[in-house]
């Protein structure tokens, strides 16, 4: 069994912080946002690297544009469902139209707020930042990603969105894996078929992974924490030689991972069976992140059964 | 450059903005000829920026927040060596870089602008960042009115007084009209000071059309220390151009032959009367 690790969110905080104390540009801008980034001791130990803008996302997109329009390598950061909504068309606007330098940060994201209610989920991120041109977007999936991209985010140099989670997350790479964004990550290879997750849905793919291979079943994991650039490569290779395609996200189905997937398969000719699992186009139930994850069908057991249907169609 | 000039300069402007409206068939005629005597003294009088300087972050900073009416802003820039006036007569043609709201691809515009409300927080991070770095550059912003209804102008406001960031400047171009009607009418927006004093702002009132006025207030910046300041430009819409001036329809109404051709004669004589 894989050990669990952080919170992403707590690793995305003391990579920053680290990186922050060897470069003074950094500028880590807030929306009373700091306690549920993780970033008081950022606050405390770098206070000329922090700008504390209140409650107003739309200032906070557009503060961190004019912050990277003067040289800084700026972090916005707030709760994604806020940040990637009503702050939209700064992101639109000043953010990616601009060319700036900036890294928004969607801090407990997609249904991480879980009882808290839509006003707080954010299951339309992929697919309204998708849209945008010159947008990247990452969904990192366990420490190890969530550190990594933070470190590539600081040379990045163009606009980056990455989304968190709030939950301690299995450690699922090993020592020595490689991590660029828009590259995918093989984490399992088998013949059977192919489950792709893309955050942190990658654990509950994994721990699919593990039943299947007691059920003689063997598939390939891949971690596709980069939305866009999506790699495109890598997923046609495997959708060629997989008699079927898994995808899963804590997104709605609509304009995210499976989607794009699909569009992929379809333009290209592919014969192969897709099922994309995440949050149906419904009045979402209520509950905790890990029961709401679990009725939508992405329980490590639905998704054994739901593998095991696609192999047999 | 002395009074005169400028004063020249405004209405040689104020013939290009019409040149380059007529040519391209499309533009904001009445917001651009309210503020180009704005502009022209910033450029000309007041902000260290030129081609020269421009890749350099030690220099002063304006953003367009009332994006829409750019042709006076590619007017001055034009003057101002940042490209010919063949460039500039591309506007709005397939392909050109010239179009009918600033972008970074224009040499010489700091920001994408167009919808409305968000300048002036992009003017707050850039004057965050010469706090910062400890420079004692000046970022300029212009805003319309009308602009002010958007409710992201005063959450900027809030960060400009929490920051104290006395290198701000904030120009509202107070023409009275949007493209609806008056302001007033539309939806009120006064008393305009009293609202960014409320905010943490220091403000003061002058005639934007005014070379010698502007230059009064521009040449004394900040208002006060350790306060943002905003510059209530009161304007008319359409300035400079008699039956253009404070009429609804002209927001982006492009002039015909013949009243291209009314308008250059007017500016034209005023020119001629400097001579």
């Avoid at chain 2, 009918?100 to 850039?126: C, D, M, R």
């Avoid at chain 2, 959450?155 to 609806?180: F, G, W």
């Amino acid at each position: 069994m894989n050990k669990i690790g952080k919170p992403n969110l707590e690793i995305f905080s003391e990579t920053l912080t680290s990186e922050a104390k060897k470069n003074k540009d950094i500028i880590v801008v807030t929306s009373d946002s700091r306690g549920s980034g993780k970033l008081v001791p950022f606050g405390r130990e770098l206070p000329d690297q922090i700008i504390e803008v209140g409650i107003a996302e739309q200032n906070l997109v557009g503060v961190s544009a004019g912050l990277a329009a003067g040289g800084k390598i700026v972090f916005g950061v707030s709760p994604a469902s806020f940040l990637t909504a009503r702050s939209l068309e700064q992101i639109k606007n000043d953010v990616a139209y601009s060319d700036c330098n900036v890294t928004l940060i969607g801090i407990s994201a997609g249904i991480s707020y879980g009882q808290l209610g839509s006003t707080h989920h954010s299951i339309h991120d992929f697919a309204t930042l998708r849209t945008i041109n010159n947008m990247t977007i990452v969904a990192p999936a366990d420490n190890f990603e969530a550190s990594e991209v933070i470190k590539q985010a600081v040379s990045y140099n163009k606009p980056l969105y990455i989304r968190y989670g709030k939950k301690p997350m299995m450690d699922i790479h090993p020592p020595g894996t490689k991590f660029k964004i828009g590259k995918s990550i093989l984490v399992k290879k088998g013949e059977d078929l192919t489950i792709i997750a893309t955050g942190e849905t990658l654990q509950r793919a994994y721990l699919a992974y593990e039943i299947l291979k007691e059920n003689n079943i063997h598939c390939s994991i891949i971690s596709m924490h980069t939305i866009k650039p999506f790699d495109k490569d890598t997923f046609l290779e495997f959708s060629k030689n997989s008699k079927a395609i898994l995808t899963i996200e804590e997104h709605s189905i609509f304009g995210g991972l499976g989607e794009c997937c699909a569009n992929l398969i379809a333009q290209n000719n592919i014969d192969t069976n897709l099922k994309i699992l995440g949050i149906p186009d419904e009045y979402m139930i209520n509950g905790s992140q890990s029961d709401v994850l679990d009725y939508y069908n992405m329980s490590p057991e639905r998704i054994v059964e739901i593998s095991k249907d696609l192999l047999n169609k | 450059m002395n009074e005169k000039n400028l004063k020249k300069k405004s209405l040689e402007y104020r013939k290009t903005i019409l040149e380059i409206i007529f040519q391209s068939g499309a533009g904001h005629t009445g917001g651009s000829l309210s503020c180009i005597d704005i502009l022209n003294v910033l450029y000309n009088s007041v902000m260290d920026i030129s081609p020269k300087n421009f890749s350099s972050l030690d220099r002063d900073h304006f953003i367009q927040s009332k994006g829409h009416s750019v042709e006076a802003l590619y007017t001055v820039l034009c003057d101002c060596g940042f490209y010919s006036k063949k460039d500039l007569s591309t506007l709005n043609q397939f392909n050109s870089h010239f179009i009918g709201h600033p972008t970074i691809k224009v040499p010489g515009i700091e920001h994408n602008t167009g919808a409305l409300g968000h300048g002036l927080s992009v003017a707050v991070g850039l004057a965050l960042s010469k706090k910062i770095d400890k420079k004692t550059n000046k970022v300029f912003t212009l805003l319309g009115d009308g602009e002010l209804s958007e409710g992201s102008v005063w959450e900027a406001c809030t960060t400009a007084s929490k920051y104290k960031l006395d290198n701000l400047i904030v120009i509202i171009d107070r023409n009275d009209l949007q493209i609806t009607g008056k302001t007033e009418d539309v939806n009120p927006i006064e008393p305009i000071d009293k609202k960014f004093e409320s905010f943490g702002f220091e403000t003061i009132l002058t005639n934007g059309n005014n070379i010698s006025d502007l230059l009064n207030v521009l040449k004394k910046l900040p208002i006060k220390r350790s306060k943002p300041s905003v510059i209530i430009a009161k304007t008319t819409k359409g300035s400079g151009v008699s039956f253009i001036e404070n009429q609804i329809n002209w927001h982006h109404k492009v002039p015909s032959e013949d009243e291209y051709g009314r308008a250059i004669s007017e500016l034209s004589e005023k020119l001629n009367s400097y001579e």
